[in-house]
């Protein structure tokens, strides 16, 4: 169970509060209005959870890739570069004459 204190005495002390995690082994939940707001937690107690966040995670991270890498190409539409070839023929940083609108034409151009 943990040791709940109101953040105002909490604020008052701090001091008092990590030694209780740190060498006492205590947990302290933080309040506000009754509410739990915030938990002081030992770092080895900090270093578990997040462990345990990212075991509980890389099941689905492993499924994720899984269905990347069985996505094949796909030849494109019939007219599909019809329809986009404009945007098929975009070129970051302007055209060929060196214009970007909003800035200056490019020295080599």
Same mark, same amino acid.
């Given at each position: 169970? +943990? $040791? ?5 005495? %909490?604020?008052?002390?701090? +001091?008092?509060?990590?030694?209780? *995690? *740190? $060498?006492? #082994? ?6 506000? /209005?009754?509410? &739990?707001?915030? %938990?002081? *937690?030992? %770092? =080895? ?13 890389? &099941? +689905? ?15 494109? +539409?019939?007219?599909?570069? #019809? ?6 023929? /975009?070129?970051?940083?302007?055209? %060929?004459? #060196? $214009?970007?609108?909003? #800035?200056?034409?490019?020295?080599? =151009?």
């Amino acid at each position: 169970m +943990a $040791y709940e204190i109101p953040v105002t005495q %909490a604020r008052a002390e701090l +001091a008092e509060l990590i030694n209780r *995690v *740190v $060498y006492g #082994g205590e947990r302290v939940v933080v309040t506000r /209005h009754g509410k &739990p707001l915030v %938990a002081l *937690v030992s %770092a =080895a107690d900090l270093e578990r959870l997040e462990a345990e966040q990212e075991a509980a995670q890389a &099941p +689905a991270q492993e499924q994720v890739i899984r269905s990347v890498s069985t996505v094949r190409d796909v030849p494109s +539409a019939p007219g599909e570069r #019809g329809r986009f070839g404009i945007a098929a023929e /975009h070129r970051p940083g302007g055209d %060929a004459s #060196g $214009y970007r609108p909003g #800035g200056p034409r490019r020295p080599d =151009a």
